[in-house]
């Protein structure tokens, strides 16, 4: 309760306490009564950091909150303009509200910005401005509100978020260890078997040198092969996600489909693939999407595991979906418990007993990166049913 | 430099769904002095006319469609029985205890050696070599002993079988000369030069009598 309407409780008491401060603040400065230095006292007393600013954004006052907030002195803050003491990036919409409070065009708002305090670190603030009425020359009174270590807060989930979705990446290719040292072992294997056959060729009592050109060749080709291999496996591993480029999900199905194969031969799963041709492009980031069909791939997989009598078949469709492009993936498993079915793509649900429940939930989050949807449902007779659609990319519409 | 003629009279077999492995290994046999023949797949091997000459099969353990090891024991059913050396891309012991338990020859990791390759196809044609001659051996011994008459047959049982001409005699009831002839005809169309030879024969037919 208190987390959800933490912000709407906040300015309301800030505004109620602001327009309060500054009817009273003001009603002292155009009477000059004997009570101003009462205002004054009230004004200063403030936990908020208040401020009043001028036509030319002048600081005319600001209490002891605003300052210590700061770092500035009273006098040091008075030569100096909130643009002044604002980073760079943040300046131009603070000019902007400013600008509109002078023209009357609105009578507050409020901005999130980083303040450089005059000893050096960056202070995070949510400033709200008000327009005070019937003044000439203009004033602004600014509340502010340090949000510094909120927003710390905030930047350190970020990251723990994006390592944690990192890791999940890792333990999938942790399990694929296996497919690609082969997928290395095969150029490699090429490369020592051509080398070797290369010398022999040479070593003959009439060096056959076409043979060992052959042999050369053929070396250089593997190279390239293995490399390709590694670039892969590096998109994979990359921490920030690639860029986005057209691609074919029949061509990335088949991609999974080359990872899993010990996996599926182990299992004895049987693939059925009905694969549209001539479907759009999707604009996908390779790496990711390979990354969510591989993991719906590997669950329908390990959901037919332990399944004894029944067969094991792995069906995997991509079709037309009005302009969208679906991809579906169907096991014949044990599949999703009713109550289940709407917790599978929360963090850190799972039901393996060795999951860290966050292959679904960073399937979903990929996927709605790019615009699409990602679906569960129940299959028929039995297993499950996942489906990504993703937007067709028509060529020349961005 | 190289036994020439004892490998070109033989053939090296090569089963590899990779074509750049294929190609690498084609050429490496080759350059060893080998005569090669690579397929695909297992079953464009199976469909394949096999040369009537020692022979040797170096086959993926992981093939598409059936694995090696399924393939070794259908090649078994079939009575092809051509030596197999196994590559795999990483050491599988269980599936290594299989492999040489069914006989194969030898268990590659790939990358392979070459001195491993070469010494592992010379033991596997040696070994098929054998199996031919001993084959050989067997029906020119049996195309022999068709050559015997009833009776010389009957004499070769008793006589491996340690009898005296005498008890062959009675045995047959014949008289002992009689006996000493068609005895004198076995080792003639034998081609047997001792009794200790004939036995072995005998041994190599499963035609012997135990001792009465």
Same mark, same amino acid.
Not at chain 1, 123 to 142: C, E, K, N, T
Not at chain 2, 160 to 183: F, P, W, Y
């Given at each position: 309760m208190w987390e959800q309407h933490r912000d709407l409780i906040l300015v309301t008491i800030i505004l109620v306490q602001a327009v309060l401060i500054a009817a009273l603040l003001l009603q002292a400065l155009r009477k000059r009564r004997a009570g101003e230095t009462c205002w004054r006292s009230a004004f200063d007393a403030s936990t908020l950091g208040m401020a009043l600013v001028d036509r030319e954004l002048k600081f005319v006052a600001a209490n002891a909150a605003f300052r210590s907030m700061l770092g500035y002195g009273d006098s040091e803050l008075r030569g100096l303009t909130p643009l002044d003491i604002l980073v760079e990036e943040d300046r131009e919409a603070s000019r902007r509200l400013h600008g509109e409070l002078a023209q009357g065009a609105r009578q507050c708002g409020d901005l999130v910005g980083r303040y450089r305090r005059k000893d050096g670190p960056e202070v995070w603030a949510h400033v709200y401005l008000s327009a005070i009425p019937g003044q000439d020359p203009r004033l602004v009174l600014a509340t502010a509100i340090d949000i510094t270590s909120r927003k710390l807060a905030e930047d350190a989930a970020r990251v723990a978020q994006s390592d944690l979705a990192r890791i999940a990446?890792?333990?999938?290719?942790?399990?694929?260890?296996?497919?690609?040292?082969?997928?290395?072992?095969?150029?490699?294997?090429?490369?020592?078997?051509?080398?070797?056959?290369?010398?022999?060729? *040479?070593?003959?009592?009439?060096?056959?040198?076409?043979?060992?050109r052959a042999a050369l060749k053929r070396i250089v080709n593997e190279g390239h092969r293995a490399g390709q291999v590694i670039g892969g496996i590096r998109s994979m591993f990359k921490k920030d996600g690639g860029t986005k480029a057209p691609h074919d999900v029949n061509e990335l199905v088949r991609?999974?489909?080359? *990872?899993?194969?010990?996996?599926?031969?182990?299992?004895?799963?049987?693939?059925?693939?009905?694969?549209?041709?001539?479907?759009?492009? /999707? *604009?996908?980031?390779?790496? #990711?999407?390979?990354?969510?069909?591989?993991?719906? /791939?590997?669950?329908?997989?390990?959901?037919?595991?332990? #399944?004894?009598?029944?067969?094991?078949?792995?069906?995997?469709?991509?079709?037309?979906?009005?302009?969208?492009?679906?991809?579906?993936?169907?096991?014949?498993? +044990?599949?999703?418990?009713?109550?289940?079915?709407?917790?599978?793509?929360?963090?850190?649900?799972?039901?393996?007993?060795?999951?860290?429940?966050?292959?679904?939930?960073?399937?979903?989050?990929?996927?709605?990166?790019?615009?699409?949807?990602? +679906?569960?449902?129940?299959?028929?007779?039995?297993?499950?049913?996942? #489906?990504?659609?993703?937007?067709?990319? #028509?060529?020349?519409?961005? | 430099m190289m036994k020439d003629d004892a490998q070109t009279q033989s053939i090296v077999y090569v089963v590899d769904d990779d074509a750049s492995i294929r190609e690498a290994l084609k050429s490496l046999l080759a350059s060893m002095g080998m005569r090669v023949e690579v397929f695909g797949s297992a079953a464009e091997f199976l469909k394949s006319t096999l040369a009537d000459i020692p022979s040797c099969l170096v086959l993926d353990v992981r093939l598409p469609g059936v694995s090696g090891l399924d393939f070794q024991a259908e090649l078994a059913k079939a009575n092809i029985q051509v030596p197999i050396i196994f590559i795999t891309g990483h050491g599988d012991i269980p599936m290594t205890v299989r492999a040489m338990k069914a006989g194969a020859v030898e268990f590659l990791t790939k990358p392979i050696r070459d001195q491993d390759l070469l010494d592992a196809v010379q033991l596997a044609l040696d070994k098929d070599r054998a199996r031919r001659e001993a084959e050989k051996a067997v029906s020119e011994v049996r195309a022999r002993y068709e050559s015997l008459t009833p009776r010389e047959q009957e004499v070769i049982a008793l006589v491996t079988a340690g009898l005296m001409n005498k008890q062959i005699a009675a045995e047959m009831d014949v008289s002992e000369i009689t006996a000493k002839v068609h005895r004198g005809n076995v080792m003639r169309k034998m081609g047997a030069r001792s009794l200790a030879e004939l036995v072995r024969m005998a041994d190599l037919l499963g035609i012997r009598r135990a001792a009465p």
């Amino acid at each position: 309760m208190w987390e959800q309407h933490r912000d709407l409780i906040l300015v309301t008491i800030i505004l109620v306490q602001a327009v309060l401060i500054a009817a009273l603040l003001l009603q002292a400065l155009r009477k000059r009564r004997a009570g101003e230095t009462c205002w004054r006292s009230a004004f200063d007393a403030s936990t908020l950091g208040m401020a009043l600013v001028d036509r030319e954004l002048k600081f005319v006052a600001a209490n002891a909150a605003f300052r210590s907030m700061l770092g500035y002195g009273d006098s040091e803050l008075r030569g100096l303009t909130p643009l002044d003491i604002l980073v760079e990036e943040d300046r131009e919409a603070s000019r902007r509200l400013h600008g509109e409070l002078a023209q009357g065009a609105r009578q507050c708002g409020d901005l999130v910005g980083r303040y450089r305090r005059k000893d050096g670190p960056e202070v995070w603030a949510h400033v709200y401005l008000s327009a005070i009425p019937g003044q000439d020359p203009r004033l602004v009174l600014a509340t502010a509100i340090d949000i510094t270590s909120r927003k710390l807060a905030e930047d350190a989930a970020r990251v723990a978020q994006s390592d944690l979705a990192r890791i999940a990446r890792l333990i999938t290719v942790g399990e694929m260890t296996a497919s690609i040292a082969h997928e290395i072992n095969q150029p490699l294997g090429a490369v020592v078997a051509n080398g070797n056959a290369g010398l022999r060729w *040479l070593a003959r009592a009439t060096p056959d040198i076409e043979e060992a050109r052959a042999a050369l060749k053929r070396i250089v080709n593997e190279g390239h092969r293995a490399g390709q291999v590694i670039g892969g496996i590096r998109s994979m591993f990359k921490k920030d996600g690639g860029t986005k480029a057209p691609h074919d999900v029949n061509e990335l199905v088949r991609e999974v489909l080359a *990872l899993v194969h010990g996996e599926v031969e182990k299992e004895r799963v049987t693939v059925r693939t009905e694969l549209v041709d001539e479907l759009p492009p /999707v *604009l996908v980031d390779r790496a #990711q999407l390979r990354h969510v069909i591989l993991n719906l /791939v590997s669950n329908a997989i390990d959901a037919m595991n332990s #399944q004894n009598g029944r067969a094991r078949v792995l069906r995997l469709r991509s079709e037309h979906a009005g302009d969208n492009v679906m991809v579906t993936v169907e096991d014949s498993g +044990s599949g999703i418990d009713r109550e289940n079915m709407n917790r599978i793509f929360e963090a850190f649900f799972t039901t393996k007993p060795q999951g860290m429940g966050m292959g679904l939930s960073i399937c979903r989050s990929i996927v709605e990166s790019h615009g699409g949807r990602l +679906s569960a449902a129940c299959g028929h007779p039995h297993g499950a049913v996942f #489906q990504v659609v993703l937007p067709g990319h #028509q060529p020349g519409a961005e | 430099m190289m036994k020439d003629d004892a490998q070109t009279q033989s053939i090296v077999y090569v089963v590899d769904d990779d074509a750049s492995i294929r190609e690498a290994l084609k050429s490496l046999l080759a350059s060893m002095g080998m005569r090669v023949e690579v397929f695909g797949s297992a079953a464009e091997f199976l469909k394949s006319t096999l040369a009537d000459i020692p022979s040797c099969l170096v086959l993926d353990v992981r093939l598409p469609g059936v694995s090696g090891l399924d393939f070794q024991a259908e090649l078994a059913k079939a009575n092809i029985q051509v030596p197999i050396i196994f590559i795999t891309g990483h050491g599988d012991i269980p599936m290594t205890v299989r492999a040489m338990k069914a006989g194969a020859v030898e268990f590659l990791t790939k990358p392979i050696r070459d001195q491993d390759l070469l010494d592992a196809v010379q033991l596997a044609l040696d070994k098929d070599r054998a199996r031919r001659e001993a084959e050989k051996a067997v029906s020119e011994v049996r195309a022999r002993y068709e050559s015997l008459t009833p009776r010389e047959q009957e004499v070769i049982a008793l006589v491996t079988a340690g009898l005296m001409n005498k008890q062959i005699a009675a045995e047959m009831d014949v008289s002992e000369i009689t006996a000493k002839v068609h005895r004198g005809n076995v080792m003639r169309k034998m081609g047997a030069r001792s009794l200790a030879e004939l036995v072995r024969m005998a041994d190599l037919l499963g035609i012997r009598r135990a001792a009465p």
